[in-house]
C-alpha cells in the first residue's frame, strides 16, 4: 500500500526529484507559456492579473488560448481535459452558444444602467421558482452576497457575531477568515493588513459538531450561522446523518439566523443542495455558475427576514444601508443568468452531471483498490474529491492532517503534464455535460500512471 505522508510538507527526496522531472517536462514543451511569463512578470505583481492564477502546481502560470465545453487549450496548442471549470464558474461548460448570443445582444442595448429591466423581473421569478425563497437581491460575487447577508443578519437580529466552521471559505469576507489552531480561534494568516480581530465576533467550530454548535448558539449572541451544506474548500467534507436537521432546529431555538452558502454544491441539483436535501434556510447565497462565468452572484431571504429587513431599513432611512455596488444587478449579467435558469441548468443536465460524476467515482475508486492507495473518494452530485486516506474525515482537523502539499504538487503536475486540469486546490473535481466517458477514463488512467510513476521512484 502507498503511504501518503500527512500534515505539512515532506521533505522526500525521490519525491522532490520527481517534482523536478515533472517540472522539467512541463516547461521544455513550453516555450509560447515561458515567454508569457516573462513578459507577466513585468507588469502583474506575482505574475499574474489574480494570485489564485499562480496556484497551480505548474511553476509558471498555464496561459488559456482557448476552451469549449469541457476542454481547454493553451497557448503552446496543448489540449486538456478539464475538470477544474475556472473552479465552478464554468461548471456547465466553456463558451456555451446560448450564453454567447445573450450576452452579445444585451451588449448591443448597454450592459449596464443602474436601473432594473424585465429581464431582472423574470430572473426574480426564476430564482423563487428554483430555489424557494421569496425576496432576492443580486451582487457581483459570492464574496458581496455573503457579506451583505452578514451584515443584513446583524442589523435585524442586533446581534453582533456570527458562527462558520472551521475551513470553511466563503469568499473575501473577512469574517470567514478565521479557523481553528488546535482548539483555539486564530485568525488565517491569509488575512493580510487587516487590523480588526475576527476572533471576538467570529464564533469557529469543527463541522459536523453539535454539541460545540449548541453550546455556542446558547449564549444569543448570534446573528447567524453561515456554512456550506458540505464543506467544499478544506477537501470535501460531507454532513454526518441527521446535521443539518438539527443545525436547522437549533438554529430556531436560540433565534440564529441560517445562511447557506452554495456557490459550490450548486452542483448537487437542479435546486441546489438545498433543494435536493429539503433544507429550510433563512438566507440563501449562490454565485460564480449562476451566470455561466458571468460575475454575478444571487442571495435570496424568506419572507419573514425581507419583512425584518423593511424594519431595519426604515429605522435608518431609505437608501442608507451601504450594502451593494453600483455594477450589481447589471443588465448583462442579469441576461445570462436568465439563459442559465431556463435553457443550461435543467433537470435533465443536472441528471447528466451527475451520472457522469457517478462514472468517475467508479473509475476513481478501481484505481484506487488495484494500486493499492490509501485514498478514498468523496461524492454529491457533479463534485468530485479525491481524499489522501481511506477514511473520509469528518472536519478540517481530520482533513489538514491528510492535505501534504508536496504530495498535492506532485499529483497536479503529473496530471497536467498527461492533459488533465482538477482545482488546484486539494483534489476537486467537477464533471460538466460535456464530461465524456472518455474524459473520466483518461483521468482514472493518469492517476493510475501516477501510482506506478511513485512506485519507481521508491515512495512505497
Not at 517534482?19 to 502583474?44: C, M, N, Y
Not at 493553451?74 to 446560448?98: I, K, N, Q
Not at 451588449?107 to 421569496?134: D, H, I, K, S, Y
Not at 436547522?248 to 448537487?268: C, F, N, P, V
Amino acid at each position: 500500500m502507498m503511504p501518503f505522508p500527512a500534515g505539512g510538507s515532506t521533505l522526500n527526496t525521490p519525491l522532490m526529484d520527481f517534482i523536478l522531472s515533472e517540472t522539467a517536462r512541463f516547461l521544455d514543451a513550453r516555450p509560447k507559456t515561458k515567454a508569457l511569463a516573462e513578459r507577466s512578470g513585468h507588469v502583474w505583481r506575482g505574475g499574474a492579473p489574480m494570485h489564485w492564477m499562480t496556484d497551480w502546481a505548474t511553476p509558471i502560470p498555464i496561459y488559456a488560448a482557448r476552451a469549449e465545453g469541457a476542454k481547454l487549450w493553451d497557448v503552446d496548442g496543448f489540449e486538456y481535459d478539464d475538470f477544474c471549470l475556472g473552479d465552478t464558474p464554468s461548471m456547465f461548460g466553456h463558451a456555451r452558444p446560448e450564453i454567447a448570443r445573450a450576452i452579445a445582444k444585451q451588449a448591443q442595448n448597454g450592459m449596464g444602467f443602474m436601473l432594473p429591466t424585465e429581464t431582472a423581473v423574470e430572473v426574480g421569478e426564476l430564482l423563487t421558482e428554483r430555489f424557494g425563497l421569496t425576496k432576492w437581491q443580486m451582487a457581483t460575487t459570492a464574496s458581496d452576497a455573503n457579506r451583505a447577508a452578514i451584515r443584513w443578519a446583524r442589523a435585524i437580529t442586533r446581534r453582533p457575531k456570527i458562527l462558520i466552521f472551521d475551513g470553511c471559505y466563503h469568499g473575501m469576507v473577512d469574517d470567514a477568515f478565521v479557523v481553528l489552531n488546535d482548539g483555539t480561534p486564530v485568525m488565517k494568516k491569509g488575512l493580510i493588513g487587516q487590523v480588526a480581530d475576527f476572533t471576538d465576533t467570529t464564533t469557529v467550530i469543527p463541522f459536523n459538531d453539535l454539541d460545540a454548535l449548541e453550546d455556542a448558539l446558547k449564549y444569543c449572541d448570534i446573528a447567524c450561522v453561515l456554512c456550506e451544506p458540505v464543506m467544499t474548500n478544506c477537501g470535501m467534507i460531507a454532513p454526518i446523518d441527521g446535521f443539518h436537521e438539527a443545525l436547522r432546529t437549533l438554529t430556531r431555538k436560540y433565534g440564529t439566523l441560517l445562511a447557506i452558502d452554495e456557490t459550490h454544491t450548486l452542483s448537487s441539483g437542479y435546486g441546489g443542495y438545498t433543494r435536493s436535501h429539503g433544507l429550510e434556510p433563512d438566507m440563501f447565497v449562490v454565485g460564480k455558475a449562476i451566470a455561466g462565468g458571468v460575475p454575478a452572484a444571487v442571495w435570496g431571504v424568506t419572507e419573514e427576514i425581507a419583512a425584518r429587513m423593511d424594519q431595519a431599513q426604515a429605522a435608518i432611512g431609505s437608501g442608507s444601508s451601504g450594502i451593494g455596488t453600483t455594477l450589481s444587478g447589471n443588465a448583462l449579467a442579469m441576461s445570462a443568468m436568465k439563459v442559465m435558469l431556463t435553457e443550461v441548468m435543467t433537470e435533465a443536465t443536472f441528471a447528466d452531471m451527475t451520472k457522469g460524476a457517478e462514472n468517475l467515482v467508479t473509475q476513481l475508486r478501481a484505481v484506487i483498490a488495484e494500486q493499492g492507495l490509501n485514498w478514498s473518494v468523496v461524492h454529491v452530485g457533479a463534485r468530485v474529491e479525491l481524499v489522501f486516506g481511506n477514511l473520509a474525515p469528518k472536519n478540517a482537523s481530520q482533513m489538514r492532517k491528510l492535505i501534504d502539499p508536496l504530495w498535492l504538487k506532485a499529483l497536479h503536475l503529473f496530471l497536467i503534464n498527461e492533459g488533465v486540469l482538477i482545482a488546484p486546490f486539494h483534489n476537486m473535481m467537477l464533471v460538466s455535460p460535456f464530461t465524456s466517458p472518455d474524459a473520466c477514463t483518461r483521468l482514472g488512467a493518469a492517476i493510475s500512471a501516477f501510482g506506478e510513476r511513485v512506485t519507481r521512484y521508491g515512495l512505497t
